[in-house]
Each structure stands twice: as structure tokens, then as C-alpha cells.
């Protein structure tokens, strides 16, 4: 499969260049939380890494004696770690201001740290687009959406009390990765990186009746959606 989806890159890049060792740490940002105010219940909002934070988290690892590190920025939109399709690609401000965002992404520029804000390509929680999962969510072969819940470890079943996730269709890999692109390059016109859950790792189709998508297609369409991103100066990509 890995050469089926990386063909020729793979022939080109045979031998691991890597000659140092390298951290990848991740960090989470914006979360939220149920809470209420009255009586009344709504999703509140708070921060577990902010700008400045990731800044001195960083400088201790450096401190620690890793010299190369990818730092993986989960929650890094107001969305936090909530899984949306790609609308709004902007830095949240609840992490910090401008100013602190700038103070962070030029300390890991200067410092040999490649900054990879995190994004869930199949799977996501929300569909931001008109008609929402009815349009663009996968469909299973009785043609049922392919909605799924968080697995808990400690009690062996899937946990209802969560968001449900909801596959994107293949048929809508090139919609969505072009969303993507555009305005994520349009919010941060300097940055070359991103980290992709599911994208390179999973296989889905979409069975909806007379409309089928098997999931060779699905092969083909990640392929393409590799060669948009590389096309915008999305240069270093993590799967």
C-alpha cells in the first residue's frame, strides 16, 4: 500500500537522510469543556499550551539536549481539539496574541524547530459545508453514514457520551483539500508544514446507492490530494 500511495517519491527518497536524532513532541492548545452559567449549559473554552508556553516547553527541551525537534500542535484553531472541515484555518487567539504567535513561530524558525500545526483529513467531528454529513459524510453498504464514537480502553466500548466521527467521502478529498490549501495558506503564508491524521494510513469508500466510490479510488484521490498540497508549498508533511 505504502507504495502504491508514495510511488516514485519512495524510489527517490530510498535512503533515510535523517543523521541526527530527532524529537517529535506534541502539544495540545484550545480545549473545551461543558459548563453553565444559570442553568444554562454551554461549551466553555480554556488553554493547556499556549504560544508562550510552547516557547518554553521548546527552550527545556532544548536546554535537555535535543537539537532537532517537530513540534505537533494540536488545538491550534478556535475549534480546538474538536475535528472540523476547513473553513477557517487561522491561528486561534484565545493561545495568544499576534504578537506572542509571531514570538513563536520566529523562536522555532531560528531554532531548528519545524512547527507543524495538526489537522484531521478523514475523520473529522463537524462538517462546516451546506448539508453537512448528508452530502459529504461516507456511507457504509446499507447505506448508512459511517459514524463512529471514541473507543474507551478501560471499559471496552465505544463511549456514545462523545462527538461522533464521521468519515469524509473520497469523492470530496479534492473539495476539501483545496478549502484546505487556500485558506490555510492564505491565514499563514509562511508556513510549509503540516501534520495529517488518518491521510496515508487509511483506506475508506462510500457505497451511497447509485453513487459508489470503492476504495482503490480512495488510493487515487489521496494521491492527488498529496500533489495539491506540494503544489501550495506545503513542503514537509507528517502522516
Known amino acids: 500500500y505504502q507504495e502504491m500511495l508514495f510511488g516514485d517519491v519512495l524510489k527517490q527518497n530510498a535512503q533515510d537522510k535523517t543523521n541526527t536524532p530527532v524529537l517529535n513532541a506534541e502539544y495540545l492548545g484550545l480545549y473545551d469543556y461543558k459548563t453553565n452559567f444559570l442553568g444554562i449549559v454551554y461549551n466553555g473554552h480554556d488553554t493547556l499550551t499556549t504560544y508562550s ?41 484565545d493561545l495568544g496574541n499576534k504578537k506572542e504567535l509571531q514570538s513563536m513561530l520566529t523562536y522555532f524558525k531560528e531554532n531548528n524547530v519545524t512547527l507543524y500545526p495538526n489537522v484531521s483529513f478523514l475523520e473529522v467531528n463537524k462538517i462546516n459545508e451546506s448539508f453537512g454529513k448528508v452530502r459529504y459524510a ?36 479534492d473539495v476539501f483539500s483545496t478549502n484546505l490549501v487556500e485558506n490555510f495558506k492564505k491565514n499563514n503564508p509562511s508556513l510549509e508544514s503540516m501534520a495529517f491524521e488518518k491521510l496515508g494510513s487509511k483506506i475508506v469508500g462510500d457505497y451511497k446507492k447509485k453513487s459508489e466510490f470503492f476504495r482503490y479510488n480512495s488510493v487515487v484521490e489521496q494521491i492527488k490530494v498529496f500533489e495539491k498540497l506540494n503544489a501550495n508549498n506545503l513542503k514537509n508533511l507528517t502522516l
Open 138 to 173: 461516507s456511507r457504509d453498504i446499507s447505506n448508512e453514514f459511517t459514524q463512529k464514537y471514541p473507543y474507551d480502553l478501560a471499559s471496552g466500548v465505544f463511549d456514545k457520551k462523545q462527538r461522533a466521527i464521521y468519515t469524509i467521502s473520497p469523492k470530496f478529498f
Open 53 to 93: 508556553q510552547a516557547v518554553d516547553v521548546t527552550k527545556k527541551l532544548k536546554d535537555w539536549g535535543a537539537d532537532k525537534i517537530n513540534v505537533m500542535y494540536l488545538g491550534w484553531q478556535d475549534s480546538g481539539l474538536v475535528n472540523e472541515t476547513f473553513n477557517d484555518m487561522k491561528f486561534t487567539k
